[in-house]
T-cell receptor, first 116, second 116 residues
Framework: AQKITQTQPGMFVQEKEAVTLDCTYD???????LFWYKQPSSGEMIFLIYQGSYDQQNATEGRYSLNFQKARKSANLVISASQLGDSAMYFCAMKGDGGNNRKLIWGLGTSLAVNP | NAGVMQNPRHLVRRRGQEARLRCSPMKGHSHVYWYRQLPEEGLKFMVY????????ESGMPKERFSAEFPKEGPSILRIQQVVRGDSAAYFC??????????????FGPGTRLLVL
């Protein structure tokens, strides 16, 4: 069975500093995709970044980057130069292949607070 | 390019009533997914639909819940005889192509259902 684990219920970071949000996963699928989403207090779910299991390089999108360590089954999100608007819930999710490629499996999320 | 639209954003029902949640996918997207988020939890997959077809309903409760995506019009998630445990945020997502580990699902703002 597929599983996503986010061990940090809450994190604090000082504005303009970098922060790493942890995500570990478990799957037996040979091919899979890992996603990060942001959920601000307004409630919508915003796609941030994607990493494929066969991608040679770590994904980057602006201030977001993914520290992908396949052997350790971890896909940590790094946010550089934190901004006040980064305060939100962050969810890690994955999709496998075959019959698992239609649904996202989600972690419980990490609440990030950016302090001025 | 409009994003995924969901309405209503907030819905209050009394126990035993019916709830109808609507989702219009992004333009050009013909694949729709419904997820449920209980308070302080991650999202849980409910159902995946293409136009006029239910592809995967493995996450749908066996009773009272149904979903459709007609040829014309939005996708509808219908909950009959609601109970307090149905109170949750219901998210709809869409993608241009179904399946595939790399296929990103884009989410609507969600419908917050409160059952009194």
């Amino acid at each position: 069975a597929q599983k996503i684990t986010q061990t940090q219920p809450g994190m604090f970071v000082q504005e303009k500093e970098a922060v790493t949000l942890d995500c570990t996963y478990d799957t037996s699928d040979p091919s899979y995709g890992l996603f990060w989403y942001k959920q601000p207090s307004s409630g919508e779910m915003i796609f941030l970044i994607y990493q494929g299991s066969y991608d040679q390089q770590n994904a980057t999108e602006g201030r977001y980057s993914l520290n992908f360590q396949k052997a350790r089954k971890s896909a940590n999100l790094v946010i550089s130069a934190s901004q006040l608007g980064d305060s939100a819930m962050y969810f890690c999710a994955m999709k496998g292949d075959g019959g698992n490629n239609r649904k996202l499996i989600w972690g419980l999320g990490t609440s990030l607070a950016v302090n001025p | 390019n409009a994003g995924v639209m969901q309405n209503p954003r907030h819905l209050v029902r009394r126990r035993g009533q019916e709830a109808r949640l609507r989702c219009s996918p992004m333009k050009g997207h013909s694949h729709v997914y419904w997820y449920r988020q209980l308070p302080e939890e991650g999202l849980k997959f409910m159902v995946y639909l293409q136009k006029e077809n239910i592809i995967d309903e493995s996450g749908m409760p066996k009773e009272r819940f149904s979903a459709e995506f007609p040829k014309e019009g939005p996708s509808i998630l219908r909950i009959q005889q609601v109970v307090r445990g149905d109170s949750a945020a219901y998210f709809c997502a869409s993608s241009p192509v179904g399946g595939g580990v790399q296929e990103t699902q884009y989410f609507g703002p969600g419908t917050r259902l409160l059952v009194l």
